[in-house]
């Protein structure tokens, strides 16, 4: 927990003194009260006495609360905006974390834990925070200011008080024992109720499809009453302490007064009015001795949980991502759109076999290199490495003549256009999506209008409400998945990149779409050099190079015509998709498409 407070600003740390302040202001009130109560009783029990000081009294024991009451309103303000704003940090700095993360560091916290690392865990931390700056700085010092105070002010009652709070500190030994592990337990539950809530909501249709509703009920159930169980525990624990500590100050305060009249019985009359005002003295900073253990414990309740939280956040902010920032900012001059993988080979963090081998090509600038093979040869982990969504294990790939580990993460994300195999779209609109990352005034509607085209998005754009200020809903659900990916199309194409990255991208399109956003493609943005994931033999056919993958090795490499006759693999991929008639005449077409070019 301490280790997180490096993260406090100064402003934040300057409220925090200025709330230690007035915790202390507030303490050194609320003891200054027993003294104007002993005060007033013995002007109550001497004769003579002046009612006028009697009222001098009250009046000042009621400033005192007054003071007590508007200091306690301060500290709850400074404590609570510390904790907000801490919060508001906290939050942006795990944001900004786990963007900066690569696949890997992704991959080895789950969705559903990054989620409640942010939310939940935050909260916990901002909890304590809050009761923290109000109890736990307070009840130390109200504790011993009242130890100090009522020392030597009679021995059977300090005895009586320091039985109590033994009792109270077994008692909270015994129960936080028990409890402080199953604190603990809470957070990783938590974790594992919203992984099933997630799991159910994103694969909604999958579960209906397969009238599998009662089964993920089944696992939520079991997932929600281990979580009931524990918390249930931890109240049950919890219950015990409160009810304990009033038996415990009732008693306490009983056995004072009981001593109380004892001494007072067997006192002289002079000692009497002495021994009176002591014991009403004591007994109102016994209670605030007893009070300050509980406020201690109050904070005991909250800080296992919060101790876990901070461990978690903590394990997000130290976690130093794989992809280290270059410091190039272009490349180098005539190599423009090159893209060159040089004897690279790659296996996934902690994988014992590589999934790519010593894989070498380079796609020169305005050429289309295509990527096929079954699935699971390591195709989208190829291409993934270009933007360094991973890097390299061996070997090097290049961009415009510089590695790729070079460059800074600005400069070479704006050289790539990247279209995902499954299409991502934000909460939005249709321009906001199409150029993504680009606020409303620094878009240019020409751009997206022109990239919509060229994706053949037009088309159903046109028909939405509000054509391109159409909303779109979280993750594209209002639009259909052909729809969503020319949209992700349109995307790569707004940037105006010099390589483009399509991997697996025009599944979700239909034969005619395919070809004619291609061909599109290709007159509207002559120069881009294209790296093209495809499972479709029709969509690489028109390739200026295609290499054939299989099982991470580069089997073949050549034009679409060159491998139908030298390479079995891409034969027999080619054979189970299309008749040998259907590639004669695509091959004829890209010839003649290949003359009319030149």
């Known amino acids: 927990m301490l280790k997180l407070l490096k993260y406090m600003g100064k402003m934040e740390w300057l409220q925090a003194a200025l709330s230690l302040v007035f915790v202390v202001v507030q303490v050194w009130l609320n003891l200054k009260l027993p003294d104007y109560m002993s005060r007033i009783t013995v002007l109550v029990e001497t004769p003579n006495s002046q009612m006028s000081d009697i009222w001098i009294a009250g009046g000042k024991m009621l400033l005192c609360a007054l003071g007590s009451f508007v200091a306690t309103v301060i500290v709850a303000f400074l404590s609570s905006r510390i904790a907000a704003s801490f919060s508001q940090t906290l939050r942006s700095l795990q944001f900004k974390k786990v963007d900066s993360f690569s696949m890997a560091e992704i991959n080895s916290f789950s969705t559903a834990s990054l989620i409640t690392r942010s939310t939940n865990d935050v909260t916990q931390v901002q909890l304590l925070i809050v009761m923290g700056l109000q109890i736990l700085i307070m009840a130390p010092i109200t504790a011993v200011w009242a130890i100090v105070k009522i020392a030597g002010k009679g021995v059977e009652w300090t005895v009586a008080t320091g039985v109590a709070a033994g009792i109270l500190l077994v008692m909270f030994a015994v129960i936080l024992a028990l409890v402080v592990p199953k604190f603990k337990r809470v957070q990783s539950l938590t974790d594992n109720?919203?992984?099933?809530?997630?799991?159910?909501?994103?694969?909604?249709?999958v579960v209906r499809a397969y009238n599998a509703e009662g089964y993920q009920e089944g696992k939520f159930d079991d997932a929600n009453t281990e979580l009931t169980?524990?918390?249930?525990?931890?109240?049950?624990?919890?219950?015990?302490?409160?009810?304990?500590?009033?038996?415990?100050?009732?008693?306490?305060?009983?056995?004072?007064?009981?001593?109380?009249?004892?001494?007072?019985?067997?006192?002289?009359?002079?000692?009497?009015?002495?021994?009176?005002?002591?014991?009403?003295?004591?007994?109102?900073?016994?209670?605030?001795?007893?009070?300050?253990?509980?406020?201690?414990?109050?904070?005991?309740i909250l800080l296992p949980r919060a101790q876990v939280s901070a461990q978690r956040?903590?394990?997000?902010?130290?976690?130093?991502?794989?992809?280290?920032?270059?410091?190039?900012?272009?490349?180098?001059a005539g190599q423009e759109g090159t893209v060159t993988f040089d004897h690279v080979s790659f296996k996934y963090p902690d994988a014992a076999d590589y999934v790519l081998n010593d894989v070498s090509f380079t796609a020169k600038k305005g050429e289309t290199v295509a990527f096929i093979g079954s699935t699971g040869s390591g195709k989208s982990s190829l291409v993934n490495l270009v933007p360094r969504f991973y890097d390299a294990s061996k070997g090097s790939v290049s961009i415009d003549g510089v590695n790729v580990k070079e460059y800074s993460h600005d400069a070479l994300t704006k050289k790539i256009g990247y279209v995902p195999q499954k299409a991502v779209m934000f909460q939005g609109n249709v321009a906001s999506n199409v150029a993504f990352g680009q606020d409303a005034d620094e878009r240019s509607q020409e751009g997206v209008e022109k990239?919509?085209?060229?994706?053949?998005?037009?088309?159903?754009?046109?028909?939405?409400?509000?054509?391109?200020?159409?909303?779109?809903?979280?993750?594209?659900?209002?639009?259909?998945?052909?729809?969503?990916?020319?949209?992700?199309?349109?995307?790569?194409?707004?940037?105006?990149?010099?390589?483009?990255?399509?991997?697996?991208?025009?599944s979700a399109l239909d034969y005619k779409t395919d070809k004619v956003l291609r061909k599109a493609l290709k007159e509207q943005t002559q120069g881009v050099t294209s790296l093209i994931v495809a499972q479709r033999i029709g969509t690489i056919m028109d390739a200026d190079q295609i290499l054939v993958i299989d099982q991470g090795k580069v089997v073949g490499k050549g034009t679409h015509r060159e491998l139908l006759a030298t390479n079995d693999v891409y034969r027999q991929i080619a054979l189970s998709q299309l008749s040998a008639e259907e590639l004669d005449m695509g091959t004829e077409k890209s010839e003649e498409m290949g003359e009319l070019e030149k």
């Open 193 to 205: 109720i919203s992984r099933v809530t997630l799991e159910n909501l994103t694969g909604l249709r």
């Open 229 to 300: 169980n524990t918390q249930l525990f931890t109240s049950r624990g919890m219950a015990v302490i409160f009810p304990t500590i009033s038996l415990i100050m009732n008693g306490l305060n009983l056995a004072i007064y009981w001593i109380g009249a004892a001494l007072i019985n067997s006192a002289g009359m002079a000692d009497k009015i002495t021994l009176f005002s002591n014991m009403v003295v004591f007994s109102s900073y016994a209670m605030q001795v007893i009070m300050a253990f509980m406020m201690v414990v109050m904070i005991f």
């Open 313 to 332: 956040i903590n394990e997000v902010l130290d976690t130093k991502s794989t992809i280290v920032d270059g410091t190039a900012e272009a490349g180098l």
């Open 451 to 506: 990239a919509v085209s060229i994706a053949q998005a037009e088309e159903f754009v046109s028909k939405m409400p509000d054509t391109y200020d159409a909303p779109i809903a979280q993750s594209g659900q209002n639009v259909s998945g052909g729809q969503k990916q020319r949209l992700s199309i349109a995307r790569a194409v707004y940037r105006k990149p010099e390589v483009y990255i399509f991997d697996d991208s025009f």
